[in-house]
């Protein structure tokens, strides 16, 4: 058994005829913030060791009571994760700041800004932990449905975001649950945002030879473009993609060892040569489609498609569907897909197979004598 923590107030004389307060622990205690172990924490509070006028003595009066309010607040701090209690100095903390920490580091495109920026209107831009409950969850969601984009004002946005961004927003209460800032599971009482099916467009292999065979305004789209239409990688891996990351593979071939950025997820996939072929010249090091950027992926390919005779709304993502499904069409199996997708659940490539169940269909009745 794990022996609690004693916390102490001390003084230590400094110069002037002043002594310095701080708090000795015995035994030292873990701060996660600082991920080491102290004995004793600097209050930077000061008293006079013998206090002359009035003024001094009630200035020592005034130090003294805020340094044993703070003792007070650490000894509790340590019994309540000693006997795993809710810290009740910490429900007071900023949510949003907690959210936002967990959105950093993330692409500001993605979903979890997305979440974080819709939260924080919702909530007009304040809320702490003990605010936080099973009503304002639930509130959220509904102003999710009826809300527009941040980033487009005025727009409306697809029932999948909307899905995805309450998504992440459970994620972060489960997080929060678990680390022991809210009182509640909330996520227990809340309803998620339902996705909707929806089209997968993708390109056949004859409007896939005709778009490479027609010229782009920007080489570094078209390389990009058929290059995630042979591997599959998403936008934002390909934008991440550098030289180190190709690598000779056991079999003589090449291969990408990447980490996804939106799964997070560690793979090595083999690429063909015909696939390297568009990463131009090699580099000793730095990104392979240097320059490519997110710019690139309306109007310029947009005017790309159309110059290509392809009337398909094709957006880049519409790429990483067309290796999906003319993998399967040429007899590819669905868990070697999957893998080469980077999903976590094989269930999420069935898509495509329902895609190539549909296509089947078509060919059968393609052929009539009447």
């Known amino acids: 058994m794990s022996v609690t923590s004693r916390v102490l107030l001390v003084k230590r004389p400094i110069k002037n005829g002043k002594s310095s307060l701080y708090l000795r622990y015995s035994p030292a205690i873990f701060l996660k913030d600082k991920m080491k172990r102290v004995y004793k924490e600097s209050l930077g509070i000061y008293v006079y060791d013998k ?40 429900m007071k903390g900023d949510f949003l700041e907690y959210y936002r920490n967990l959105a950093e580091g993330k692409p500001s495109n993605s979903k979890w800004w997305g979440s974080y920026q819709h939260f924080e209107k919702f909530i007009h831009g304040k809320c702490s932990f003990e605010e936080l409950d099973v009503d304002v969850a639930k509130k959220f969601g509904e102003y999710l449905m009826t809300a527009t984009s941040v980033r487009r004002p005025g727009v409306a946005m697809h029932t999948n975001t909307k899905a995805s961004y309450f998504s992440t927003f459970r994620a972060v209460l489960k997080r929060a649950y678990r680390d022991r800032l809210l009182k509640e599971n909330i996520n227990d009482y809340l309803d998620k945002i339902e996705y909707v099916e929806t089209k997968r467009e993708y390109l056949t292999l004859e409007e896939l030879k005709r778009l490479d065979a027609t010229p782009c305004d920007i080489p570094v789209l078209r390389r990009a473009a ?58 000793k090091e730095g990104k392979v489609f240097e320059d490519f950027a997110r710019g690139m992926l309306n109007a310029p390919l947009k005017r790309w498609l159309k110059r290509a005779g392809i009337t398909k709304h094709i957006t880049f993502h519409c790429f990483r569907h067309t290796f999906a499904t003319l993998q399967l069409a040429m007899g590819t199996d669905l868990y070697t897909v999957s893998k080469m997708l980077t999903h976590r659940f094989i269930s999420t490539t069935q898509i495509y197979a329902d895609i190539m169940d549909n296509e089947k269909r078509k060919s059968a009745n393609a052929i009539s004598l009447k």
């Open 51 to 90: 206090p002359k006028t009035d003024k001094e003595r009630a200035y020592n009066v005034k130090m003294m009571t805020r340094a044993e309010g703070i003792l007070a607040c650490r000894t509790e701090s340590i019994i309540n994760e000693q006997f795993g209690f809710l810290d009740k100095s910490k």
């Open 226 to 283: 058929i290059f995630s239409c042979f591997t599959g990688l998403r936008v934002s891996d390909i934008i991440q993609l550098e030289w180190k990351h190709i690598v000779k593979a056991p079999d003589g071939g090449w291969c990408m060892r990447i980490r996804t950025e939106k799964t997070e997820t560690e793979a090595t996939l083999p690429i063909s040569e015909e696939a390297l072929s568009y990463c131009g010249k090699r580099k």
